[in-house]
């Protein structure tokens, strides 16, 4: 079967370094992406890895393993407005996305 | 690049009305969107998957004389919720993804979402 495993709530402190864990099983893969969704929004694109390795983006990097099936969103220097929910999907090989049921990241003073 | 509009951002509307929520890519053309569903504090849930001039695929457990969608153009598509009950009263999101073989063939681009209340 299909399956995306991310922790359901983190806390993290402002200023701090947090990472995001996710686990994949897809049928075929096509990419992992991630996504950010503050409460009440539609989430928006933060980044897409199809490669192994780090894709560093500003505050935000993330990394892909794909022999362990596996990708973390890192945050640094955590800014209170990065309290939001951080959903990991994979692309199958339909190009269909399969979603986690997110993160909910808590930052604190 | 890559913006992704909705219409309307709100809708109240009575039981047993119809109501239609629009979804537009801005600066690209997209071959396939899709429409979701979110209840509170909930994951996103895919509805339909719609390619531009054919049918909508439905996601099992989503009626698909309910939710109707329409995908007329490479920048359009629409989803009806016809003779809607309280219980459809939820967050619908659409996103848009590009043509295949270009830059953003495989990104979703998300619209900011229509929040639907049944009364």
């Known amino acids: 079967g299909q399956n995306i495993d991310q922790p359901t709530e983190m806390t993290a402190t402002e200023g701090a370094i947090v990472q995001i864990n996710c686990t994949y099983q897809?049928?075929?893969?096509?990419?992992l992406f991630w996504y950010q969704q503050h409460a009440g929004e539609a989430p928006t694109f933060l980044s897409y890895n199809v490669l192994d390795g780090l894709e560093e983006k500003g505050r935000f990097s993330s990394f892909l393993s794909r022999s362990k099936g596996y990708s973390y969103l890192l945050l640094k220097e955590l800014q209170m407005k990065d309290s939001a929910s951080y959903l990991c999907a994979s692309m199958d090989s339909n190009y269909q996305l399969i979603w986690g049921a997110g993160t909910k990241l808590i930052i604190k003073p | 690049g890559a913006v992704v509009s909705q219409h309307p951002s709100w809708v109240i509307c009575k039981s047993g009305t119809s109501v239609k929520i629009e979804c537009r890519s801005l600066?690209?053309?997209?071959?396939?969107m899709f429409w979701y569903r979110q209840f509170p504090k909930q994951s996103l849930m895919l509805m339909a998957t719609?390619?531009?001039?054919?049918?909508?695929?439905?996601e099992q457990g989503v009626e698909k004389d309910k939710f109707l969608i329409n995908h007329a153009s490479l920048t359009l598509s629409t989803l009806t919720v016809t003779s809607a009950h309280p219980e459809d009263s939820s967050f619908y999101i659409c996103?848009?993804?590009?043509?295949?073989?270009?830059?953003?063939?495989?990104?979703?681009?998300f619209g900011p979402g229509t929040r639907l209340l049944v009364l």
């Open positions: 996103s848009a993804r590009g043509l295949q073989g270009g830059p953003m063939q495989e990104t979703q681009y």
């Open positions: 719609s390619n531009e001039g054919s049918k909508a695929t439905y």
């Open positions: 600066d690209f053309q997209a071959t396939t």
């Open positions: 897809t049928s075929g893969f096509n990419g």
